[in-house]
Each structure stands twice: as C-alpha cells, then as structure tokens.
C-alpha cells in the first residue's frame, strides 16, 4: 500500500520560495501510471488543486497558480517536490501530497497526513 | 475553471436519519463527480468515485447519485463516525475542482 509524507519548513516569509517534499513509500513513483498531485487547503476553507506530475515529468498545473508553481520528481529518491514562489500571506495552508490508484490522475484515494505552512515575517 | 457549488453548507441532524447533500456543477461533467469526507486536522478520505462507485472499505450506507450538472451524496442512516465535512470533486476538465464544503452536524 502506497503511503505518503510531505516534509518541508512550516514557516515560509513574504516573497520567498515555499518549498515542500512527498516521500512515497510502500511503492514506487516510476511505478504504474500514477500521476503525483499538491493540493492546498487554507484554514476553514475549501481544497484546491495545485498541480501534478508523472514519473516522466510531465507536468500540468492549475492556471491560477501556474506562473508561480514548480512540481518536480526525484525517481532515485521516491519523492516528488513542490515549489512556489513570491509567497504571500494568502498561500498560508495545510498542504496535501496526494495520488490516485484506482482510477483517473485526480481520483485521490491516497493522500500525506497535510503540511501546514504559514507565510508570515 | 468548472464550479461546483454545494447545498447546504452545513446541515444539523441526528444519528439513524437519512441525509443528501447536492452538488451542482457549472457545467455538464458527464458523471465525473468525486464524493470526499474529511475530518478535523485529517486529510479527505475517499468515498465515491464516477458518481456512484464506492471505494472499497466504506460502508454501503454512502451512495451516489447523479448526471449532467446535479449530483447528490446520500447517507442512508447517519452514523456517530459520519458527522465530518463533504467535499465533492469534479475530474471531467483540468484543473479538478471542489465544492466549497458541506458540515454535517450533530443535532
């Protein structure tokens, strides 16, 4: 069974570059035809997809955040890796690695416990 | 981006009643409608998937319903481990989107 970690600082300043890891465990990333997803989910509010990415590197990244975002994989190390920058306090959020085995890329019944990170001074 | 719109926002009820939530998409996502319950401090866990397939381990008193734009979570007889939020999910185009929520309440 496919588990799931993120790691990474839970306090991030304005402007800078927020940056958190997934470690995949019980599998492998280069395995099957999984796609790798971030989803964000501010305090009290809703869940929003970030991006995802596949073993190949493919990439595909919600508009909204598009200019700001980098998911990236690591095949040697079973992790993939996401990165955004210019942070402001409105990316403050729990932030969720997550990925699909049972069907589509966005079907999400394997998810990390949640990150949370807080973009402050 | 498609929006999916949820009713109610929150709801108050009893253990054993029989509960629906709604979700309505801004556009016809042909049955590609995802079903989340999540907890407090917890990541979503999965119950529905393609409207009405129940992913495995949960407990036949969830169903799915729906088409085109409107879509409904059903719990046939509401459990104490039940009272969490509801997310739907639409997956027919890029990026997925969510409904905003619904809390299901201990009345």
């Known amino acids: 069974q496919v588990q799931l970690q993120e790691s990474g600082p839970g306090l991030v300043k304005p402007s800078q570059t927020l940056s958190l890891t997934c470690t995949v465990s019980g599998g492998s990333i280069s395995g099957g035809t999984y796609y790798w997803s971030w989803i964000r989910q501010p305090a009290g509010k809703g869940l929003e997809c970030i991006g995802r990415?596949?073993?190949?590197?493919?990439?595909n990244y919600n508009p909204s955040l598009k200019s700001r975002v980098t998911i990236s994989v690591d095949t040697s190390k079973n992790q993939f890796s996401l990165k955004l920058t210019s942070v402001t306090a409105a990316d403050t959020a729990v932030y969720y690695c997550?990925?699909?085995?049972?069907?589509?890329?966005?079907?999400?019944?394997?998810w990390g416990q949640g990150a949370k990170v807080t973009v402050s001074s | 981006d498609i929006q999916m719109t949820q009713s109610p926002s929150s709801l108050s009820a009893s253990v054993g009643d029989r509960v629906t939530i709604t979700c309505r998409a801004s556009q016809n996502i042909r049955r590609y409608l995802n079903w989340f319950q999540q907890k407090p401090g917890k990541a979503p866990n999965f119950l529905i998937y393609?409207?009405?397939s129940l992913q495995r381990g949960v407990p036949s008193r969830f169903s799915g319903s729906g088409s085109g734009t409107e879509y409904t979570l059903t719990i046939s007889s509401l459990q104490p481990e039940d009272f969490a939020t509801y997310y739907c999910q639409q997956t027919y185009s890029d990026p997925p989107t969510f409904g905003q929520g619904t809390k299901v309440e201990i009345k």
């Open positions: 393609a409207t009405s």
């Open positions: 990415i596949n073993a190949s590197g493919r990439t």
């Open positions: 997550a990925t699909g085995e049972i069907g589509g890329p966005d079907d999400f019944d394997i």
